[in-house]
T-cell receptor, first 116, second 114 residues
Framework: GAVVSQHPSRVICKSGTSVKIECRSL??????MFWYRQFPKQSLMLMAT?????????EQGVEKDKFLINHASLTLSTLTVTSAHPEDSSFYIC????????????FGPGTRLTVL | AQSVTQPDIHITVSEGASLELRCNYS??????LFWYVQSPGQGLQLLLK????DTLVQGIKGFEAEFKRSQSSFNLRKPSVHWSDAAEYFC????????????WGAGTKLIIKP
């Protein structure tokens, strides 16, 4: 099956700094990728849809300037959490649709962000 | 609007007992249906999926799920659970008109009693 990787798997940063999370499709091309946020003991919340070569589409309530998304190539999307604060601490997961009809999503292993 | 309901926040089952996790969805047509499992601190693993055809779907780790159109349900089952099955289980729905986005249930935490 299609493989999606994320880097880093864990990151701890100081409040006010920016953190970049990478999402890569390793064996397929992904014109679309999705970024999710998951709070402890909760379900996934879709943050934005990353589109290769164009602007990301953000879900209602997600700050575009806070969570910068860049989909620079067909295999890489990045999420940058700018001026991170402790409330941004969370588990961030990316996914990409693949398969014969693009009707199945493949998930990265997630990135645990802790902001001190 | 499309929605997914997992009515059980958590379920406790004895090891070796059977399991059924419930999932109901709201959508006008037949959606794509998925069950994912997430172990603590881990990413999501696809257990099984339904797109069309046979309504009883076999997945990995001995899981199966049955799509019942009349009940708008896609319940996950396993005849005998193992301690390693303890995890969070998510039901998700995807539709052709949603740009491949998934709509997620709230999840059911499975606790295994020894």
């Amino acid at each position: 099956g299609a493989v999606v990787s994320q880097h880093p798997s864990r990151v701890i940063c100081k409040s006010g700094t920016s953190v970049k999370i990478e999402c890569r499709s390793l064996d397929f091309q992904a014109t679309t990728m999705f970024w999710y946020r998951q709070f402890p003991k909760q379900s996934l919340m879709l943050m934005a849809t990353s589109n290769e070569g164009s602007k990301a589409t953000y879900e209602q309530g997600v700050e575009k300037d806070k969570f910068l998304i860049n989909h620079a190539s067909l295999t890489l999307s990045t999420l940058t959490v700018t001026s991170a604060h402790p409330e941004d601490s969370s588990f961030y997961i990316c996914s990409a649709p693949a398969g014969s009809s693009y009707n199945e999503q493949f998930f990265g292993p997630g990135t645990r962000l802790t902001v001190l | 609007a499309q929605s997914v309901t997992q009515p059980d926040i958590h379920i406790t089952v004895s090891e070796g007992a059977s399991l059924e996790l419930r999932c109901n969805y709201s959508y006008g047509a037949t959606p794509y249906l998925f069950w994912y499992v997430q172990s603590p601190g881990q990413g999501l693993q696809l257990l099984l999926k339904y797109f069309s055809g046979d309504t009883l779907v076999q997945g990995i780790k001995g899981f199966e799920a049955e799509f019942k159109r009349s009940q708008s349900s896609f319940n996950l089952r396993k005849p005998s659970v193992h301690w390693s099955d303890a995890a969070e289980y998510f039901c998700a729905v995807g539709t052709m008109d949603s740009n491949y986005q998934l709509i997620w249930g709230a999840g059911t935490k499975l606790i295994i009693k020894p």
